[in-house]
Structures are given as structure tokens and as C-alpha cells.
């Protein structure tokens, strides 16, 4: 059964009263070449009244303290991209689906209603911006139902997950009657490392024909894994160190390749606590996590021996983090290899958009909606309500390797 999503209106929301005029340069990691793109994502609430209205206001409430999002991308001089921030406003449109979100499986996957009726594409003649250029972009769409979707799209160059997160919560804070955000906004741009370090080449990205798969784990699975690394090392893991490891470990079993063949596995880890940032900083914060073994090293340890590995690049990092920032290295750490024994796995699950409240209440889900053919690539989440645990969202194997990767993700013993 098809069904049908209605726009209902469209345009820009500015800030609610006057905001400052300057033009603002990003930081070195806001201004890396792969950063200047919109990143979509779905964030599903089960019911509001008029949310599209409320959300409307807040957003041109929040926009008086987040005034630069407001603006648009300018480029004064080549390769380095800036904020100017000329209260134009975000893109924002309203629009209705003719079924309930339980008649489209509250947009489980396979999605039921495209993406593109889900998060805003604005026509060239109602929005004369050219999408690398804009900062964000919201579609709220309701169903008959009661429930709705917001759907996001924000350039990465204008703030991590986490930043983005932290303005979306300031929307909700706005739309349930405080006078300001709950955390306040700093620019601070000029805190993070500005190495003269150049972004290396853009990489050439393979045509792997991934298949989609969908995960879900227990959160007693989960602790259950924490605790025997803490038996296993005396220290404590997150639940994203445990699943990395067992992904990794069951991706590389599926791959079936010659046992000493590279692997590679890469995650992108805050520094927010390495530069001592405010917590109202909302830019790009974050440093590529990288580890390489060979297959037989992945195969023949065990998750929490592989956890191990995980571990000891995160405290890497801090370390070549600083390398970075004092420019003693010549290279570029962010640098990526797109081949297909490489994956990359992100975390959403504590990015803080599952606490966003309109006052309605906080989403049943929230995730991204990008899925590609040219990166082997794994999104955690927090599992949609009313589940308990976490998600994952897995584009990394094509259908031959696919099965062998799911037989051994669902063994939980």
C-alpha cells in the first residue's frame, strides 16, 4: 500500500529578534573537506499537539542564541570556509502523511515512506542556497495518528553530533516555556588546534553494494559483557567497547580472507575534555580512534581480548591528539582508507538526542538516515521504545558475507 506525504508550508525561520552580524571562522576540523555536507537524520515522538507550531517558535527562539546557525557558509578565501551569520534562517517546512505511524511500522526499516518525503529537499527557487552551503534544514511531518518526525538535516561543518544535539535540546527547552537554553551556547572556535597541517586528497570511494541489517541487543547481554572484561582486565568498558569488538570480530569472520590480511577499524572519539571546552561548546570536537591487526589477530582472540585492542587506541589517541596539536607529525589524522576490509562505527546513542523533549516527551527514536555503497559502515543506538538496549544499524558486508556476519552477531552465548 502506498502512501502519500502533503507539504503544507515552506520557508525560512529566522530568529526571533536581533542577533549580532559578524562573520565567524570555523575551526580547522569544522572546515575539513568531508565535513561540509548535511547529515540527515529521523527523530520519531509518538504523539504532540500542533508540533510543527510549536516547534516553529522554539526554533526561532533558540536561533537568538544560536545565532550563527542561522547564517549561511561563506568561503572569504579558498579552503577556508566560514560562518557569516546573517540571520536568514533555517529552512523549515510542514507537511502531512495520510496514515498512521503504525500503518508504516513507526519507520522501521525498510522504510514505508521515503526518506526524501521524511527530511526536508527544498526546491532550488524556494531555497537559493546550494546545500553545502546551509547550516540546517527541518521538516516536521505528523500523521493521523497524533505522532509525527522531525526530520534534520545539519552540516557537519557547523557542529559534531553532539553540538547538533545540544542545539536540537535547546529547541526543546524553548519550546517547553524556558526563558533560555538549559546549557548556553559558546563559539569558541579558536580553542581547538589550528596545526598548518593540509586535509589530505579526498579518498576514491569503492561501489560495494551493502546490504542493510538491523540489530538489537539486551541491555543484560551488554552488561553481562562489561562484567566479564572487568573479570577479564580489572578495569571497566562501555557497551560501545563490547559491541565494537564483537562486530569487528564477527565482520572479519565473514569476510573469509587470507589470516594475515589487514583489517582495519576506525571511530571518531570527543576531545572535548583533552582542550577543557565549555560544555556550551557546540563545533566539531572529535579525532579519528584508528586500529589495524591482521585477521588471524582479530579471529584468534576472544571479544574481550579484542576489546583490549579497542581500549588501547582510545588511549592512543589522547596522545596522537596532541601530536596533532603541537604539529609534531606531518600528516593528515583524518586521512581515511575506504577499502572493503575497513570498517567505521559511530556512536548516537549518547549524543543527547534522545533527550529532546518539545514537551511532548522524549522520541521513541532518533537516528541517521544516510546509508551509502562506498563505506563499510555501523551506527549504535539506543534501541527504538519500548525495546531496552541498543541497536545497530549495519551497512558493511555485501549479501555474500552478510549472513555468516548476522549468525554470528545473534549468538549470544
Known amino acids: 500500500m502506498g502512501f502519500t506525504v502533503t507539504k503544507i508550508s515552506e520557508g525560512p525561520?529566522?530568529?526571533?529578534?536581533?542577533?549580532?552580524?559578524?562573520?565567524?571562522?570555523?575551526?580547522?576540523?569544522?572546515?575539513?573537506?568531508?565535513h561540509r555536507g548535511l547529515?540527515?537524520?529521523?527523530?520519531?515522538?509518538?504523539?504532540?499537539?500542533?508540533?510543527?507550531?510549536?516547534?516553529?517558535?522554539?526554533?526561532?527562539?533558540?536561533l537568538v542564541f544560536f545565532y550563527p546557525l542561522a547564517g549561511r557558509i561563506v568561503e572569504p578565501e579558498p579552503g577556508h570556509p566560514a560562518i557569516e551569520c546573517s540571520a536568514q534562517g533555517v529552512y523549515f517546512a510542514e507537511a502531512k502523511a495520510d496514515c498512521t505511524l503504525e500503518d508504516v511500522k513507526y519507520l522501521d526499516r525498510p522504510l514505508l515512506i521515503s526518506k526524501d518525503d521524511l527530511v526536508p529537499y527544498p526546491k532550488s527557487e524556494d531555497w537559493g542556497v546550494e546545500p553545502h552551503n546551509t547550516i540546517m534544514m527541518m521538516q516536521v511531518t505528523t500523521f493521523t495518528c497524533g505522532g509525527f518526525v522531525l526530520g534534520l538535516r545539519f552540516n557537519h561543518a557547523s557542529a559534531d553530533g553532539m553540538g547538533a544535539a545540544q542545539f536540537i535540546k535547546a529547541v526543546g527547552d524553548m519550546a517547553r516555556g524556558l526563558p533560555e537554553p538549559l546549557v548556553k551556547p559558546v563559539w569558541d572556535r579558536e580553542k581547538f588546534p589550528n596545526p598548518k597541517i593540509k586535509p589530505g586528497p579526498l579518498p576514491e570511494l569503492p561501489i560495494l553494494a551493502l546490504d542493510y541489517v538491523i540489530l538489537d541487543f539486551p541491555t543484560d547481554y551488554i552488561n553481562k559483557l562489561k562484567s566479564q572484561y572487568m573479570e577479564h582486565s580489572?578495569?571497566?568498558?562501555?557497551?560501545?567497547?563490547?559491541?565494537?569488538?564483537?562486530?569487528?570480530?564477527?565482520?572479519?569472520?565473514?569476510?573469509?580472507?587470507?589470516?594475515?590480511?589487514?583489517?582495519?577499524?576506525?571511530?571518531?572519539?570527543?576531545?572535548?575534555?583533552?582542550?577543557?571546552?565549555?560544555?556550551?561548546?557546540?563545533?566539531?570536537?572529535?579525532?579519528?580512534?584508528?586500529?589495524t591487526a591482521t585477521s588471524e589477530k582479530v579471529l584468534n582472540s576472544t571479544i574481550l581480548e579484542v576489546v583490549d585492542i579497542i581500549r588501547k587506541a582510545k588511549e592512543r589517541m589522547a596522545v596522537e591528539f596532541f601530536q596533532f596539536a603541537k604539529e609534531e607529525v606531518d600528516t593528515d589524522p583524518f586521512q581515511m582508507t575506504f577499502n572493503y576490509e575497513s570498517v567505521y562505527v559511530s556512536d548516537w546513542s549518547k549524543l543527547g538526542f534522545v533527550d529532546v523533549d518539545y514537551g511532548f516527551g522524549k522520541p521513541m527514536f532518533c537516528g541517521p538516515l544516510v546509508n551509502n555503497d562506498f563505506i563499510a559502515s555501523v551506527v549504535i543506538l539506543k534501541a527504538p521504545a519500548p525495546l531496552d538496549g541498543t541497536r545497530i544499524l549495519a551497512s558493511c558486508l555485501t549479501k555474500e558475507h552478510s549472513e555468516e556476519f548476522v549468525r554470528g552477531m545473534k549468538h549470544m552465548e
Not at 13 to 34: F, I
Not at 46 to 51: M, R, T
Not at 256 to 266: H, T
Open 13 to 34: 525561520v529566522k530568529p526571533a529578534s536581533l542577533t549580532p552580524c559578524p562573520t565567524l571562522p570555523l575551526a580547522w576540523v569544522d572546515r575539513y573537506p568531508t
Open 39 to 62: 547529515v540527515e537524520s529521523m527523530h520519531l515522538f509518538k504523539s504532540g499537539s500542533e508540533p510543527a507550531k510549536v516547534i516553529k517558535e522554539a526554533l526561532a527562539k533558540a
Open 234 to 291: 580489572g578495569k571497566h568498558c562501555s557497551g560501545f567497547d563490547v559491541l565494537t569488538a564483537k562486530l569487528w570480530q564477527c565482520r572479519t569472520r565473514a569476510l573469509n580472507i587470507a589470516p594475515d590480511s589487514e583489517v582495519k577499524l576506525c571511530f571518531f572519539a570527543s576531545v572535548r575534555h583533552l582542550l577543557k571546552l565549555d560544555k556550551g561548546y557546540y563545533g566539531n570536537s572529535i579525532f579519528p580512534v584508528k586500529m
